[in-house]
């Protein structure tokens, strides 16, 4: 029972006699008597969630010990007690400063046991008191209180704060269905401003902080006009609330009507005779548009299509076009959604299942179940990219996630895509159009939350029919892809519960609009010893199973898969390393079908005699020390490769020509190579005019391979250095780092990827810029232990570490010959290349 259920009565009784015959008992209390101060002593009853007002009756329960005691106390010597209200209902033991100052002197009825053991008892308030003294607390808390009096005079603005309460309340009491129209009336019979007050607000009932903030003000015209004021906001809640019902009402009974008027309309036509094939299809695509559980907007644009498609000839050419669109609208999911799977544990295992490596992607997978788990209804999915080179398990980790999650997984392709229709979908007015590859997808996976991936996001083109990273921006963009619009459909689709993934190759072509919208994740190449794990745990056993050998039927030792991976594959992924695999399994399989003796184990020999000579050597088998010839490295979209940089100089008049496919920004490095070697010139002994004196050719082999960047800076200032010192560069250094007209070493991007390609090609020395050692944080630690890797600021370091000692010491041949040809009065000689004669030497800087 409600604190408020004081009016409640039997059904055989009006209001009056109920009212009597529940408190009939409590009159028989007397007050408290005062004492010379004019204090009165009572025990005291804490109220959790409940106010008691003066000459209000309501049931109380009681549940605390010490509670029960105060009120059998007072039965026992027929005396009241004070109901104290606590601020904080969750207190099991209040204080004194839990209580609100303000109580009222109540009169308790009999105690009824409750079923749960607690009990109940009818109360009466007689009158406010004020909180003096707590005298006892224990077995229970009594306290000394001074009776608040009101002034009972009714002058003229009380007068009117009374009618216009009891005008709002009447209001009320017919807006509310819960109210009795005998509670009006008995505020009628009110005639003191304070009780009418008091009245009110017991029976409405606001929240407890409203009462308990009521309860403390004891003037009445104060009260009346707080009750004005929480009068007027029950009736806009409850005019509200009338509104709703009676246009749900409304509502269910026009639905209920045009059922009634269908179906006597159905059978008057089947009576007749009337009713045709086209008549019955349009009334059943209809059917399937309300009971398909669409949106309203939508549901309301189908219906829309529907009766025109009715009203159609069924002849018509636009019938097609207009069935076809309802049909797009009734397949796609509007509403149906699978429910996440969110065990960490569970997702873990099957991600660790299916992909070996791949720490960051995984993490970042189990933090964003993680916060699905702790905030259920955020909505907010992320957009995640997956960078990295071919065959690094970019799409099919994306095929994990799902299953990890328990989310539909579809793909869609996005390489050569060059049509904005694609993404957006064509407007109806063309022949033949449908929506775009979006929402094609969207209806294939059947829920409004699946995994899409947007494979090879890098590869999009663009051409005079638009450009389709730009329709991307709003499908992939957390702030607008609830309301996508596609051209066909003309209807806002929610894509905001759909976890895109997208994945690339390289970030360079991807629009700068395009990729702030989602979060990068880098895939980087494997190195020797994850190719190794992931040919054993995966590759291995799918090819064998694809070419007919049982499990076990084959072994593979180590030392045969190491052979494959370095001689017969250089890549970043594992693709060409699965079809060496599957070369070798072949032709297993063949001796096998041939009834042939077979090997059991595949061992480096017979890999050798299967896939035949070596494909690729390493850089110590082909390579020496050589003058004019540095080693750089480069990133590419295949991971990172050593690039070899040469440089011949020629008898000419001091042209610089540079070959191989270069872009514009490694000429300038060059250049800048060239000019810091010219301004260091008296540094490494060299003689400036041969500059104008020879041709310096700079050649980057892979001629066919298109090559750009400022990292090679460093290289071909190192290979320039070599070639007018004639001082080796050693063979087994890699460097990269864009060089300035003063020597300095900047940072670069993709160290993983060249770190990872020198540690392949066998370089036991690399050379980075000092700012880039925060990258080596992402470099596998084999690779960081085997790899010397060498931080630098300036060029001067470089070449003390690139360059091999000086063969011989002394002055060089131009500086000599000139000094000769001035002693004897003859004119300088012009420098020779290639005569055999000590050569110019550098001196190492400090």
């Not at 041949?813 to 012009?830: H, I, N, Q, V, Y």
């Amino acid at each position: 029972m409600k604190d408020d259920d004081w009016y409640m009565r039997d059904q055989d009784e009006d209001f009056g006699e109920a009212l009597h015959r529940r408190t009939e008992e409590l009159y028989g209390v007397p007050d408290a008597s005062l004492d010379a101060e004019g204090l009165i002593h009572c025990s005291v009853l804490p109220l959790r969630d409940l106010v008691v007002f003066p000459h209000m009756v309501s049931p109380v329960f009681i549940g605390r010990e010490s509670s029960l005691l105060a009120v059998e106390d007072a039965q026992t010597s027929d005396q009241t007690v004070i109901a104290l209200t606590q601020r904080d209902s969750e207190i099991e033991n209040p204080k004194p400063e839990d209580f609100l100052p303000i109580g009222v002197e109540i009169a308790v009825g009999r105690l009824l046991s409750m079923p749960d053991g607690s009990n109940s008892a009818l109360v009466q308030g007689r009158r406010r008191v004020e909180i003096v003294e707590f005298t006892q607390f224990e077995p229970f808390m009594k306290v000394k209180a001074r009776p608040v009096y009101e002034i009972q005079e009714i002058d003229r603005k009380t007068d009117a704060t009374m009618r216009t309460v009891l005008e709002m309340f009447h209001k009320c009491v017919k807006l509310d269905r819960s109210l009795p129209e005998e509670a009006y009336l008995y505020a009628l019979n009110i005639d003191e401003p304070g009780w009418l007050a008091d009245m009110v607000v017991a029976t409405i009932s606001p929240p407890i902080e409203a009462r308990q903030e009521f309860l403390l003000v004891q003037d009445p015209l104060q009260r009346l006009e707080k009750v004005v004021t929480l009068l007027a906001e029950e009736a806009d809640v409850l005019e509200l609330e009338d509104e709703i019902h009676t246009r749900a009402q409304n509502e269910v009974d026009r639905t209920q009507r045009e059922f009634y008027l269908r179906e006597q309309m159905k059978a008057i036509q089947t009576e007749l005779g009337e009713g045709d094939l086209w008549s019955r299809e349009v009334y059943e695509l209809r059917a399937r548009v309300e009971s398909a559980g669409l949106p309203e907007e939508v549901q309301v644009r189908a219906l829309k299509e529907v009766e025109r498609l009715g009203q159609m000839p069924p002849m018509s050419p636009e019938v097609g076009i207009l069935r076809t669109y309802v049909e797009w609208i009734l397949d796609l999911p509007w509403v149906a959604a699978t429910e996440d799977n969110l065990d960490l544990k569970h997702a873990a295992h099957i991600l660790e299942r299916d992909h070996y490596g791949l720490t960051k992607a995984k993490e970042r997978i189990l933090e964003y179940m993680a916060v699905r788990s702790l905030r259920p209804k955020r909505l907010r999915q992320p957009i995640l990219c997956f960078v990295g080179p071919p065959g690094t398990g970019k799409t099919s980790l994306g095929r994990s996630i799902a299953d990890s999650l328990g989310r539909k997984f579809v793909r869609l392709s996005l390489g050569g895509v060059r049509d904005e229709a694609e993404i957006r979908g064509h407007r109806r007015t063309y022949i033949g159009a449908l929506p775009g590859r979006i929402l094609q997808t969207m209806r294939r996976a059947g829920t409004v939350n699946p995994l899409f991936m947007l494979d090879e996001i890098d590869k999009l083109g663009q051409d005079f029919r638009g450009d389709p990273s730009s329709a991307l921006l709003e499908v992939l963009d957390p702030e607008q892809n609830h309301a996508f619009s596609d051209h066909y459909l003309e209807l806002a689709y929610d894509l905001s519960r759909v976890m895109f993934i997208t994945t690339a190759n390289y970030t360079g072509t991807i629009p700068p609009a395009l990729l702030d919208r989602m979060e990068i994740i880098e895939f980087p190449g494997y190195i020797e010893e994850e190719k190794l794990e992931i040919a054993q745990r995966f590759l291995i056993p799918r090819q064998l199973e694809e070419n007919g050998l049982e499990t076990g039927e084959v072994t593979w030792t180590q030392e045969a898969l190491v052979k494959i991976i370095r001689e017969y594959t250089y890549e970043s992924g594992v693709r060409n390393l699965e079809r060496e695999i599957g070369r070798v399994c072949r032709k297993i399989a063949r001796s096998k079908a041939e009834n042939k003796r077979r090997a059991a184990e595949i061992t480096p020999s017979l890999v050798g005699k299967f896939l035949g000579p070596t494909q690729f050597f390493s850089l110590e088998a082909e390579r020496k020390d050589e003058v004019g010839v540095a080693t750089a490295m480069a990133w590419t979209e295949n991971g990172g490769e050593i690039m070899p940089v040469e440089i011949l100089l020629l008898e000419g008049k001091g042209n610089l020509q540079i070959t191989g496919q270069i872009g514009n920004i490694m000429q300038e490095s060059a250049q800048a190579a060239l000019s810091y070697l010219k301004s260091r010139s008296k540094h490494f002994h060299i003689d400036p005019e041969i500059y104008d004196q020879v041709d310096i050719h700079i050649h980057i082999p892979e001629g066919a391979v298109p090559k750009d960047g400022p990292s090679a800076g460093i290289t071909i200032g190192t290979a320039l250095v070599s070639a007018f010192t004639n001082r080796e560069v050693l063979r087994d250094v890699g460097m990269t780092g864009e060089i300035t007209l003063r020597g300095r070493v900047l940072p670069v991007g993709g160290i993983r990827e060249k770190v990872l390609a020198a540690h392949r090609a066998g370089l036991k020395t690399v050379i980075l810029p000092r700012r880039n050692l925060k990258d080596l944080v992402d470099v596998p630690k084999r690779a960081r232990s085997e790899v010397k890797i060498v931080p630098v600021d300036h060029m001067d370091q470089v070449l003390q570490i690139a360059l091999a000692p000086p063969k011989k010491t002394g002055r060089p041949l131009a500086l000599k010959r000139k000094a000769k040809s001035e002693e004897e009065g003859e004119a300088p000689r012009k420098p020779r290349l290639g005569t055999k004669t000590t050569p110019p030497t550098i001196q190492p800087s400090a």
